[in-house]
T-cell receptor, first 114, second 113 residues
Framework: QQQVKQSPQSLIVQKGGISIINCAYE??????FPWYQQFPGKGPALLIA?????SEKKEGRFTISFNKSAKQFSLHIMDSQPGDSATYFC?????????????FGDGTTLTVKP | EPEVTQTPSHQVTQMGQEVILRCVPI?????FYWYRQILGQKVEFLVS????????KSEIFDDQFSVERPDGSNFTLKIRSTKLEDSAMYFC???????????FGPGTRLTVL
């Protein structure tokens, strides 16, 4: 079964700082790595995703860095804002499922202090 | 972004009772999923559904659980005899299949007393 290890469990950053969340996976057959953002009482919402043919993808203040050889990918939030305070999950698809079920990391609770 | 609605938003039930959670995708998608999230924990896969049948299910999805699309639109999750440990947020998700993007609904909070 696909294991996805996410760190840190919680993160406190000052406004304007950089938030970095890491994720490690086991199976090298996957081709899609999303990050989800979840606010209290809401469902996970896709934030940004990357395919392993590139090493980095940037969308606004959010960047995914992907290291295929190390089987790791990370989320960087530049100029972190209090509104970014949420729980972030990395996910990876299961290798034997054509229906693309996702295994989620344990989540990182980000708090951005004003 | 495709829209997914779920009803009810909160369901309180007694242990041993049956509950049905509903998901209504606004757009036409092929793949449907149910996930659950116990308070403070990670999101866990329950089941995927394609072409009116289960594609894959996790070990959590035992005989107490069932899914169906009774009218080709609503996608339902039924728990036949709820247990205390079934208390969680249940999320419906839709997708186009493969390992592509999945869009999550707002969730149903199930509380089993």
């Amino acid at each position: 079964q696909q294991q996805v290890k996410q760190s840190p469990q919680s993160l406190i950053v000052q406004k304007g700082g950089i938030s970095i969340i890491n994720c490690a996976y086991e199976n090298t057959a996957f081709d899609y790595f999303p990050w989800y953002q979840q606010f209290p009482g809401k469902g996970p919402a896709l934030l940004i995703a990357i395919r392993p043919d590139v090493s980095e993808k940037k969308e606004g203040r959010f960047t995914i860095s992907f290291n295929k050889s190390a089987k790791q990918f990370s989320l960087h939030i530049m100029d972190s804002q209090p509104g970014d305070s949420a729980t972030y999950f990395c996910a990876a698809p299961h290798d034997t499922s054509r229906a693309g079920k996702s295994t989620f990391g344990d989540g990182t609770t980000l708090t951005v202090k004003p | 972004e495709p829209e997914v609605t779920q009803t009810p938003s909160h369901q309180v039930t007694q242990m041993g009772q049956e509950v049905i959670l509903r998901c209504v995708p606004i757009s036409n998608h092929l793949y449907f999923y149910w996930y659950r999230q116990i308070l403070g924990q990670k999101v866990e896969f329950l089941v995927s559904f394609y072409n009116n049948e289960i594609s894959e299910k996790s070990e959590i999805f035992d005989d107490q659980f069932s899914v169906e699309r009774p009218d080709g639109s609503n996608f339902t999750l039924k728990i036949r005899s709820t247990k205390l440990e079934d208390s969680a947020m249940y999320f419906c998700a839709i997708g186009t299949g493969g390992a592509d993007t999945q869009y999550f609904g707002p969730g149903t909070r199930l509380t089993v007393l």
